[in-house]
């Protein structure tokens, strides 16, 4: 979804980049093939990660818990996943992500942190967060 929305970041002067668990070269090849128009950063470590105090899930919230709550839901993710980068060798398919908008001085101006797998804000979100924001 931000790639879609690429441009509306840029209009605002913002740099968007993405962080993944792979290593550099791994993520570079991912975003290639992604068609990425933003940097796709490795932390094989996970040092952001816990930077940003982003959690881990368990496996009841993420096989069990979305089957109860709405499996039509949960059988379309499923058929839809891309596991490619649950491949990777410093893959951690429990690790949950989030979302950061850091002003110019790297001071963190909004974080997301996601609850779930499938938990991040929607994009529209994201855009007015930076409109309130002066970064």
């Given at each position: 979804?931000?790639q879609e929305?690429?441009?509306?970041?840029?209009?605002?002067?913002?740099?968007?980049?993405?962080?993944?668990?792979?290593?550099?070269?791994?993520?570079?090849?991912?975003?290639?093939?992604?068609?990425?128009?933003?940097?796709?950063?490795?932390d094989p470590?996970?040092?952001?990660?816990?930077?940003?105090?982003?959690?881990?899930?368990?496996?009841?919230?993420?096989?069990?818990?979305?089957?109860?709550?709405?499996?039509?839901?949960?059988?379309?993710?499923?058929?839809?996943?891309?596991?490619?980068?649950?491949?990777?060798?410093?893959?951690?398919?429990?690790?949950?992500?989030?979302?950061?908008?850091?002003?110019?001085?790297?001071?963190?101006?909004?974080?997301?942190?996601?609850?779930?797998?499938?938990?991040?804000?929607?994009?529209?979100?994201?855009?007015?967060?930076?409109?309130?924001?002066?970064?």
């Amino acid at each position: 979804e931000v790639q879609e929305h690429h441009a509306e970041f840029q209009r605002r002067g913002v740099r968007v980049a993405a962080v993944g668990q792979a290593t550099g070269d791994e993520a570079a090849r991912y975003a290639c093939a992604a068609g990425a128009g933003f940097p796709c950063l490795g932390d094989p470590g996970r040092k952001a990660y816990r930077g940003f105090g982003l959690g881990r899930s368990d496996w009841w919230s993420m096989l069990a818990k979305p089957f109860l709550e709405d499996p039509a839901l949960a059988w379309h993710r499923i058929r839809n996943a891309n596991l490619e980068g649950a491949r990777l060798e410093h893959s951690d398919v429990k690790q949950l992500g989030g979302v950061a908008i850091l002003d110019r001085r790297g001071v963190i101006r909004y974080l997301h942190r996601s609850r779930r797998t499938e938990d991040y804000p929607p994009t529209s979100e994201v855009l007015a967060e930076l409109d309130r924001l002066t970064l």
